[in-house]
Antibody, heavy 119, light 106 residues
């Protein structure tokens, strides 16, 4: 059974940093493409970042480039999102999601972790 | 960036009715289009990928169609568990983008 379990969310001041983690199990994490998607309260879904399984190359939405960094530890089956220079508008539930395998559609999602950026 | 526009924003239906949800892309995404269902307090669930292929375990009452810029999600004979918000997402190019969602309510 595929499981994705996010952690690391919390309250942080504007300009602060946070690292989100996603523990993956039940599939071959090392070769899987993975993504982070966020959702502000009462709003829609916004794709944030992606990492390819084949070479760990990455993609980002423009609004987070230079501030958020996706990475993975294949030995621990862990996906990360390092967040710095956080802004109020980064406040959201952050989901990690597994890419189905053919095309960047997302077949398994974690339960999400809430990041609140506020003074 | 490809902008995905969903309509209507809200769809009021009764159990047993059919529902047709629309998704339009600002430029062609070929068939690189997925549909997700999200219930309150839950993560999204993949329903349809490649515009018309049902994901594993998805009931046959859900069907997708379209290509290029116009797509449709059809739910035949709505069940109580189908009342939720539905999102489309393209994966034709970077960045991936989602539509704003259609809420299907009683």
């Amino acid at each position: 059974e595929v499981q994705l379990l996010e952690s690391g969310g919390g309250l942080v001041q504007p300009g602060g940093s946070l690292r989100l983690s996603c523990a993956a199990s039940g599939f071959t994490f090392s070769t899987s493409d993975m993504t982070w998607v966020r959702q502000a309260a009462g709003k829609g879904l916004e794709w944030v970042s992606a990492i390819r399984g084949v070479d760990d190359s990455t993609e980002y939405v423009d609004s987070v480039k230079g501030r958020l960094t996706i990475s993975r530890d294949k030995s621990k089956n862990m996906l990360y999102l390092q967040m710095k220079s956080l802004r109020v508008e980064d406040t959201a539930v952050y989901y990690c999601a597994k890419v189905r395998g053919s095309g960047w559609n997302l077949d398994y999602w974690g339960q999400g972790t809430l990041v609140t950026v506020s003074s | 960036e490809i902008v995905m526009t969903q309509s209507p924003a809200t769809l009021s239906v009764s159990p047993g009715d059919g529902a047709t949800l629309s998704c339009r892309a600002s430029q062609s995404v070929s068939s690189y289009l997925a549909w997700y269902q999200q219930k309150p307090g839950q993560a999204p669930r993949l329903l349809i990928y490649d515009a018309s292929t049902r994901a594993t375990g998805i009931p046959a009452r859900f069907s997708g169609s379209g290509s290029g810029t116009e797509f449709t999600l059809t739910i035949s004979s709505l069940q109580s568990e189908d009342f939720a918000v539905y999102y489309c997402q393209h994966y034709s190019s970077w960045p991936l983008t989602f539509g704003g969602g259609t809420k299907v309510e009683i």
